[in-house]
């Protein structure tokens, strides 16, 4: 019995350093994704529509869809349906922005 609360005792501090460890990292990860999306959306708006009159540009579905998806913390699925939306107009997806 002593022996099992010794190796929880050993956890707790190991468990306490991964927190700390991965929660910057995590940070890191969102912000570089969400700037990310604000790259591929902008890239969009300067280039994806078209220089016509029934251009749909800034109002583009998949764009907009894509935007929420980016607010609302789905950055994974906006930038993923970005980068599809940029190939289908027949651009090239650009590299992400170095930081």
Known sequence: MHLKILI???CVPAAALIVAI???VLAQT??????RCD????????YGPGRGEHSDG????T??????????????KGIAAMETLLRRKKLTVPP????
């Open 30 to 35: 969102t912000a570089s994704l969400a700037a």
């Open 58 to 61: 800034a109002r583009n579905m």
């Open 22 to 24: 991965a929660v910057p």
């Open 63 to 76: 764009r907009m869809a894509a935007k929420i998806d980016c607010l609302e913390g789905r950055y994974e």
């Open 39 to 46: 790259q591929l959306i902008d890239y969009f708006d300067r």
């Open 96 to 99: 992400p922005a170095r930081g």
């Open 8 to 10: 929880c005792a050993a």
